[in-house]
């Protein structure tokens, strides 16, 4: 298939990054279309070098133009006429240097190929999940298939038992009768003893049978054993690991209990059957008896397997956590916090007969000043099945709390590590007694790492070391973690972002936004597969401008102000400055786009596009919103309510087109809050009108700057907006990037809330010289709130 038309046949998603492509001048996508069979055949890498070639090219390419413009005549296509021209006046200028056409060209060629690519790998990738889906379903079948086996092979050695059983006592009735019988006819006596014997040799040849077929099953419980606590389980806590930190993996522990229950099962199957062979031996025994010389090795193997298990099913089913965390394994000193452990040995007889106690970091770490903590509360629980959804045994611990201790030993250790109270990482231990049919086992376990911290304002701290240690970390016991922090490959960092909001408004990040943040991290790059994040640059105590603070600050806003409008993808969120420019300077006036804030924290801001005097497209950007501005008015009513403030003419709203070119109405529009009349939930309860406008003239004079070659801001820290002029020499700054705050959004400005609105509110303040001039606006830019008093419908604010 040519290249053009499979680019035509891709998804919505990539056909936009087609339509961004082709958003430059340089190679029209009409041309492109027209004569795409004519451009993929030639070698235009080869003319980019050979002048000749280039001139024959772009000849050629002048007269596929012409009859192109021929086509367009016969079919009476005025438009289509008018553009072919255009485009050919345009090429004609290319006479002098058509090599740098064909670079041009070539440069395209490139760069599509590099989208159908991009197509491929995410195929191949979709295609790899099926297959991975397939074969872990494959993975099930087949231990269930192999669980089913070992159950039919119980049963079996249950019937040879019983048939072992019968066979010596046919033989003892036998002998039994030989011997009160006592018959003095030595043939018969030979006839009966050799019959004997013959029962005898039988009876042998079936307990050596059996002990074989045992072994036999060891091994098979061996395998599953193996396959469950080796590969099943650990499987199962690196998913749990990972959901702790957002991901949506499948962390339901039903069907391992099942597998786990069904191997317990057959184990003390297994010691009845030894048992029972050891009351056959009781009965009767002889020299070179089988069952003497191998039941010890099996009985002490099976109890070996059968211990091995039990101590692995022994798991913390639910990770400690506070209420009102920001997530799990962040504790905080005498607040409350919940666990549960789970046994998935799972037997009714033990319902309420195990108890589980719970205890603090067994063995302290060598860590200068490493804080030791006691555990409050109701630290003893038996397990049951009362507080389980899914009937499993548990034990439920929702009322546990710490409370740190006086004087510690951390710090009698031979090191001189010393770690951050959010690097201090800590253990709890959960302890029970396993015992059933005479068989007992002290089992244990333990959480994940914890941080235990003594304020709120260290949570945002802790849950980066969380995020981090779980993202790189699959020892479950490692508290040293933080003595030596790994850096973390940017793909699995990528995936623990995405994570991040994928829990919180069910909708993760893309490629693009993935790839944006990278550019942030790392500048441009050809490929960040390779690139590396250092614990210190993703975050630092004492360091504000960290990058998780920035990230997190983003991630907060979304979930309490914007989660709607992210969840249905309106907010395209993380673009940089330039990459915002290169997308709207294209687009038709109107167009619009949301993206947060590089350099506010936890602000979000949009840009829009403006046809300037000259005909020209300005990109203009508007003070970032933070959550002050958001707790006031929901963001889809700001944008649907913000206007530009131009010198004696009405107020308008510049917003017409969310990118690429969808109505503002009809993207936002089930959002609105407000309707008409009295169903407005601001007619009712606010009795005003909170309205953002922007001061026009302002933004005129920045763009103005910009246009004269206003360059970017110096570069400091992290790769952010003062880094866009790599690609793009026109770096556009956000309008109000730094501002002085609004004092109407201050808290010192609430008292004069009352007296503001009165003054508003009333009509006779709003005369034609209530802004008499430019030079009597305060120097803000924009986003004044500006409270209006409510006008008839059709009514304008002045």
Known sequence: MAQWESLLKLPASYRLQLDDLYDRDFLPMDVRHHLSAWIEKQDWQRATQDHALASVLLQVLLENLDIQHSRFVQEELFLQQHNIRRYKHKFQMHQ?????????????????????KD???DEQVQRLTVTQESMEISCQQDLECKMSSLKNEVQCMEHAVICLEEQQDEFDFKYQTHMLE??????????????????????????KSILMDMNKLLDRVEGLIHRLVDKELIDWKRRQQKSCIGASDNVCLDQMEKWFTGVAVCLFQMLEFLKKLDELVGKMTYENDPVKAQKPALQTRTNSLLQTLLKSSFVVETQPSMPQGKGPLVLRTNVQFSAKTRILVKFPELNHSMTVAVSMDREVPQIKGYRRFNVLGTRTKALNMAESHSGGMVADFRHLSLREQKSASGGKGVSDISLSVTEELHLIYFDTLFELKGFSVQLQTCSLPVVIISNSSQQQSAWASILWCNMLSQDHKDVMFFANTPAAPWPQFAEMLSWQFLSA????????????????????????????????????????????VWFDGILVMVKMYLEDLWREGLIMGFVNKSKEKSLLKKKQRGTFLLRFSESVIGGITFSWVEIGSTGNPKIKTVQPFTKVDLSQIPFHEIIRNFQILEAENVPENPLLYL????????????????KTGDDSPYIKYIKTKLMFVSKENALEARSSDMEQGAGPEPQTGLYGEGADQVDYPEPLESTLETYSPDPMLSSSAEPQTDELLQYLNNPNNFSADFLPSDSALPDLNLSSFISMPIQACGGIYL
């Not at 670079?103 to 060629?109: D, E, M, P, Q």
């Not at 006596?189 to 079936?206: A, D, P, S």
């Not at 990118?659 to 407000?674: L, Q, S």
């Open 505 to 548: 408004t069910k909708r993760g990040l893309d490629g693009a936004q993935l790839e944006m943040i990278a550019h942030r991290l790392f500048g441009k790059q050809e490929n960040y597969d390779t690139c590396n994040v250092t614990w210190s640059k993703f975050s630092k105590e004492n360091t504000p401008e960290s990058f998780w």
């Open 96 to 116: 002098d240097d058509p090599c740098k056409l064909a670079s041009t060209i070539h440069w395209y060629l490139e760069k599509e190929k590099e989208i159908l």
């Open 119 to 121: 197509v491929t790998l």
């Open 182 to 207: 006592a018959t003095a006819d030595e043939a018969l006596k030979k006839e009966q003893f050799k019959t004997l014997q013959m029962l005898v040799n039988k009876l042998n040849e079936c307990r």
């Open 659 to 674: 990118y690429p070119n969808i109505p503002k109405d009809d993207a936002f529009g089930k959002f609105y809050t407000e």
